[in-house]
């Protein structure tokens, strides 16, 4: 299958500051990437979906202004997370496809974010 | 609003055992069915990727089936072994706007 490569593996910042994550699809070109959210012991939460060159739609009770996603390109996009606090702390996870090549989705390993 | 149920929500057996993990979902208008893996503070490993025309998937000592119509997916592990122990999370694929929804999944122990 294809690869999904996501980094930082983990990352500890401080109250207050930013964290940028970066989603890069290896060997395809993601036509649309998602991003996901997961607290211990939960599943994995939807938090947005972004086609290249457009504006990410963001789910329901997910601060657009506060999880910032950039997808400028067929391989790479972003989330920033803005103003970081504690309760931020979690793993996030992207995911990406190209519905016109593959059949499923491939994913990221995820980032342990952890803010203090 | 699609919804996806995982029982049982944990399950701990003696190795060896036939196990069944059970996945529903509200809306059968779904693309693909997708069964993965989750160790514990690790990314996901996928399993058996099912197409919503197709009825089973078989890997190994795995074997997942659909039933579309009825809103229900097993995964079926045979002589469960002590390395199954994992999280299992099941995913349907939304048609109309390509999203991926997850089940909360099952947290699996295999005792040795």
């Known amino acids: 299958g294809a690869v999904v490569s996501q980094h930082p593996s983990w990352v500890i910042c401080k109250s207050g500051t930013s964290v940028k994550i970066e989603c890069r699809s290896l060997?395809?070109?993601?036509?649309?990437m998602f991003w996901y959210r997961q607290f211990p012991k939960q599943s994995l939460m939807l938090m947005a979906t972004s086609n290249e060159g457009s504006k990410a739609t963001y789910e329901q009770g997910v601060e657009k202004d506060k999880f910032l996603i950039n997808h400028a390109s067929l391989t790479l996009s972003t989330l920033t997370v803005t103003s970081a606090h504690p309760e931020d702390s979690s793993f996030y996870i992207c995911?990406?496809?190209?519905?016109?090549?593959?059949?499923?989705?491939?994913f990221g390993q995820g980032t342990r974010l952890t803010v203090v | 609003k699609q919804e996806v149920t995982q029982i049982p929500a944990a399950l701990s057996v003696p190795e060896g055992e036939n196990l069944v993990l059970n996945c529903s979902f509200t809306?059968?208008?779904?693309?693909?069915l997708q069964w993965f893996r989750q160790d514990p503070g690790k990314g996901l490993t996928s399993l058996l990727l099912?197409?919503?025309?197709?009825r089973e998937q078989t890997s190994g000592r795995l074997n997942a089936s659909l039933d579309k119509s009825s809103g229900r997916s097993t995964l079926y592990i045979a002589a469960s072994q002590p390395g199954d122990s994992a999280t299992y999370l099941c995913a349907v694929y939304m048609n109309r706007d390509d999203k991926i929804i997850f089940g909360k999944g099952t947290r699996l122990h295999i005792l040795p």
């Open positions: 060997d395809f070109q993601a036509t649309t």
């Open positions: 809306d059968s208008a779904i693309y693909n």
């Open positions: 099912i197409q919503s025309s197709q």
């Open positions: 995911s990406a496809r190209d519905r016109a090549h593959y059949t499923e989705a491939f």
